[in-house]
C-alpha cells in the first residue's frame, strides 16, 4: 500500500485560491516573506487604529504586524490564520517586540468556532482572496464574531491592481440585512511588489447593526 500523505490543508476546504495555486496559505511563508509581508503595518490600518474599540479580531493575521502594532497601541488582539507557518513567525515578532498579543489557528470561514465576539474586526487582504460563493460564507461567519465594527482592506480594481482586484459593488453585495456599510474610502495596500506608493485598495467601514428582538 502506498504511505498516507499529510493533507497540506489540515482537513479543511481549500480556497479558491488555494485551489487555483495548488499551495496552502501556509506556503506563503515557508521560504522567506510572503508577498504582502513589506515589513511593518499597512499605513490605512495606523491611520483608522484611532477608531478601533474594543477587543480586536485580526481575521487573516498572517505574520501578525497589524496584529501587533495594535497590541503595541494598547488594544486587546487576537490574530487568526490557517498558516501555521505565519502564526509561529507572529508570536516570535511578539517576544522580540515584547508585545502581548493572542494568535490561535482559526478557518475565517467558520469563526463561530472561537465562541467569542469582538468590538473592531480587521480584515486586511482577507476579503479579496475569496471568491463570491467563499464571501458569502464569510460574511454569515463574521456575523457570529462582530458585535460592533469591521474594517476591510483590500484591493481595488484601479491603475497597476494588485492580484483579485475587487470592484466596489463587489465588496457591498454580500452584507444584507444586519450589517450597514458606513463608508468606502479609497486608499493604498503596501506590498513587497509595489513601491512605497502600494496599489490601489479600498478600505471598508462597515457597523453590525444591533440584533432586533
Not at 141 to 150: H, I, M, N
Request: glycine share 10%; charged share 30%; hydrophobic share 35%.
Amino acid at each position: 500500500m502506498p504511505e498516507a500523505t499529510e493533507d497540506p490543508f489540515g482537513g479543511r476546504t481549500p480556497t479558491s485560491h488555494e485551489r487555483m495555486t495548488g499551495l496552502p496559505w501556509d506556503a506563503s511563508y515557508r521560504e522567506g516573506p510572503a508577498p504582502w509581508d513589506f515589513g511593518g503595518p499597512q499605513p490605512a490600518v495606523v491611520r483608522a487604529a484611532a477608531r478601533f474599540t474594543g477587543t480586536v479580531l485580526d481575521a487573516g493575521c498572517g505574520s501578525g504586524e497589524n496584529a501587533l502594532f495594535l497590541a503595541s497601541r494598547g488594544f486587546r488582539v487576537l490574530g487568526v490564520d490557517v498558516a501555521e507557518t505565519a502564526l509561529d513567525k507572529a508570536r516570535q515578532k511578539a517576544r522580540v517586540k515584547g508585545v502581548e498579543a493572542e494568535f490561535v489557528t482559526a478557518d475565517a470561514l467558520q469563526l463561530e468556532r472561537l465562541g467569542r465576539g469582538f468590538g473592531t474586526v480587521l480584515d486586511c487582504g482577507l476579503f479579496h482572496a475569496f471568491d463570491a460563493d467563499e464571501r458569502v460564507e464569510y460574511v454569515k461567519s463574521l456575523e457570529a464574531v462582530t458585535k460592533g465594527t469591521l474594517y476591510i482592506l483590500c484591493f481595488s480594481d484601479g491603475e497597476n491592481a494588485g492580484p483579485h482586484p475587487v470592484k466596489r459593488e463587489a465588496l457591498t453585495k454580500p452584507f444584507g440585512a444586519g450589517w450597514r456599510v458606513k463608508t468606502i474610502e479609497e486608499e493604498r495596500v503596501r506590498t513587497r511588489f509595489h513601491d512605497e506608493n502600494g496599489a490601489p485598495a479600498w478600505f471598508a467601514t462597515i457597523e453590525r447593526e444591533p440584533t432586533r428582538e
